[in-house]
């Protein structure tokens, strides 16, 4: 159980490109979602957290205009990556929570993004 | 904001070997989590401690939260081949109503067969 999609997989664009990342649960409802970078042999980084039906809640130093967060749904969160540029490359990965404090984050399998 | 300090960053064992690693806050936490990140792979979670002195096993792998709840760690018993990957531990923080969980920045384990 507990199954995170992550779509797509991977994305190779020209610098400029939007690109839209999608997180779903499958077999369960996801009250959180988490968006994270994460860089080459680095740990992640947290960049934002969505609840459903609610605005994001970004972390000091992301910027809330370039990367926009929609949780419309239980089972489905979007990252738009917006104008993106060579510096935005990077592995993003999404994670969702069920019910309940304090729950463990189940992970998606990651979106390798690559701007040319 | 709040970190979890994770030590070592690398460890290098020989298949068999033992291999621990250590998480330390310098608050106290409301509970910690462990998760594995294989090559290429996503994280995984492995396990949740929530008791002060909690001790909890997975086969070769030991998990411990300390009396303060400030610290954790996970022991890997005779290393294999497939334990290679990045383990990481996330503490929980509570404080104004509000919840945090914080990852360390990993262990990067290899085993050498």
């Known amino acids: 159980g507990a199954v995170v999609s992550q779509h797509p997989s991977r994305v190779i664009c020209k610098s400029g490109t939007s690109v839209k990342i999608e997180c779903r649960s499958l077999d369960f409802q996801a009250t959180t979602m988490f968006w994270y970078r994460q860089f080459p042999k680095k740990s992640l980084m947290l960049m934002a957290t969505?609840?459903?039906?609610?605005?994001?809640?970004?972390e000091q130093g992301v910027e809330k205009d370039k990367f926009l967060i929609n949780h419309a749904s239980l089972t489905l969160s979007t990252l738009t990556v917006t104008s993106a540029h060579p510096e935005d490359s990077s592995f993003y990965i999404c994670?969702?929570?069920?019910?309940?404090?304090?729950?463990?984050?189940?992970f998606g399998d990651g979106t390798r993004l690559s701007i040319l | 904001g709040q970190q979890v300090m994770q030590i070592p960053q690398y460890q290098h064992v020989q298949e068999g070997e033992d291999f621990t690693t250590y998480c330390n806050s310098s608050t106290t936490l409301s509970n910690i989590q462990w998760y594995k990140q294989r090559p290429g792979g996503h994280p995984v979670f492995l396990i949740q401690?929530?008791?002060?002195?909690e001790v909890k096993k997975q086969k070769r792998l030991t998990f411990q939260f300390g009396e303060a709840k400030k610290n954790s760690s996970l022991h890997i018993t005779a290393t294999q081949t497939t334990d290679v990957g990045t383990y990481f531990c996330a503490g929980l923080y509570s404080g104004a109503g509000s919840y945090q969980l914080t990852f360390g920045k990993g262990t990067k384990l290899s085993v050498i067969p």
């Open positions: 969505s609840n459903e039906g609610s605005k994001a809640t970004y």
């Open positions: 401690l929530v008791k002060s002195g």
């Open positions: 994670s969702a929570t069920g019910t309940g404090i304090g729950q463990p984050q189940h």
